[in-house]
């Protein structure tokens, strides 16, 4: 299987930088694309960024201009850039990623255990 684990949250004060970073291990035969969500108290889980193998990089609208995604494929990591960042961005967030543990299996979904980002003064 395939796990995903994620680092790089905490607190920072508005206008600040993180970088967030999620590392894919265990069985992989490939991965087909990564991404990041998050989720805030009492409001649904919204995707944030994804990264598509070979794919164009997407980026939410409400985050466009302030976060980058990335792909390390060497290293089966994505990460995402935080910048000036605002009350609202305070979530957690997940790293998701569609992959293929073994050539005899079907492409699956995989989340990591999310990382708190918190933004606030």
């Known amino acids: 299987q395939v796990q995903l684990v994620e680092s790089g949250g905490g607190l920072v004060q508005p206008g600040g930088s993180l970088r967030l970073s999620c590392a894919a291990s265990?069985?992989?035969?490939?991965?087909?694309?990564m991404a990041w969500f998050r989720q805030a108290p009492e409001k649904q889980r919204e995707l944030v960024a994804i990264?598509?193998?070979?794919?164009?990089?997407v980026t939410s609208d409400s985050v466009k201009g302030r976060f980058t995604i990335s792909r390390d494929n060497a290293k089966n990591t994505v990460y995402l850039q935080m910048n000036n960042l605002k009350p609202e961005d305070t979530a957690v967030y997940y790293c998701?990623?569609?992959?293929?543990?073994?050539?005899?299996?079907?492409?699956?979904?995989?989340w990591g255990q999310g990382t708190q980002v918190t933004v606030s003064s």
């Open positions: 990264a598509p193998t070979g794919g164009r990089l």
């Open positions: 265990g069985s992989i035969f490939s991965i087909n694309t």
């Open positions: 998701q990623a569609n992959a293929r543990p073994s050539l005899d299996d079907t492409i699956r979904s995989y």
